[in-house]
Every structure is written in structure tokens, then in C-alpha cells.
């Protein structure tokens, strides 16, 4: 799995990944989203908990994925914390 842009440019093999059964999700957007999602949490932070099903941390990124796949949530987001 990987979240973010790697260090380098990245060589992909596509049939690997179909051979594998395995596949790419991209999510493109612009950095200038970050400032309207921090406004958002600013203006909002006492309501988030209604979003928020579950929190992970980012050594457990890979739970977080698997119950957004399983669609088991009560609530439609999981959160990742990334702490320093």
C-alpha cells in the first residue's frame, strides 16, 4: 500500500498487477483543498465525531482500509492520527 507520492519516478507493470489480482486507486486534487479543510475542522471541530466511525493510528493505516472496505461503520469516515 502506498499513501502519498513516492520519492522518485515509479516504473509500473500493469499486467503484474492484474496477474496479482491487485489494483491502483488515485485520488488527484489540489493543495488548495487543505486550506478549505482546515477552515472546515475550525468552524466545525465540535461535529466531527458525527463523520467519524473510528480512529487509527498510522501504524494500523491498513485496519483503517480494510473496515472502510467492509462497509461495517456506523458512521461514513475513519480518521487516521498522524502524531509527532
Known amino acids: 500500500m502506498l499513501i502519498g507520492f513516492p520519492p522518485a519516478?515509479?516504473?509500473?507493470?500493469?499486467s503484474e498487477l492484474a496477474l496479482r489480482g491487485q489494483y491502483l486507486v488515485g485520488v488527484r486534487?489540489?493543495?488548495?483543498?487543505?486550506?478549505?479543510a482546515a477552515?472546515?475542522?475550525r468552524e466545525h471541530r465540535d461535529e466531527l465525531g458525527t463523520l467519524i466511525d473510528?480512529?487509527?493510528s498510522l501504524d494500523d493505516?491498513?485496519?483503517a482500509f480494510e473496515r472502510l472496505e467492509a462497509g461495517e461503520r456506523e458512521r461514513p469516515k475513519v480518521?487516521?492520527?498522524i502524531d509527532k
Open 39 to 41: 477552515q472546515f475542522v
Open 29 to 36: 486534487h489540489g493543495i488548495d483543498h487543505y486550506a478549505a
Open 61 to 63: 493505516a491498513q485496519a
Open 9 to 14: 519516478q515509479t516504473d509500473l507493470d500493469a
Open 79 to 81: 480518521m487516521l492520527s
Open 54 to 56: 473510528r480512529s487509527y
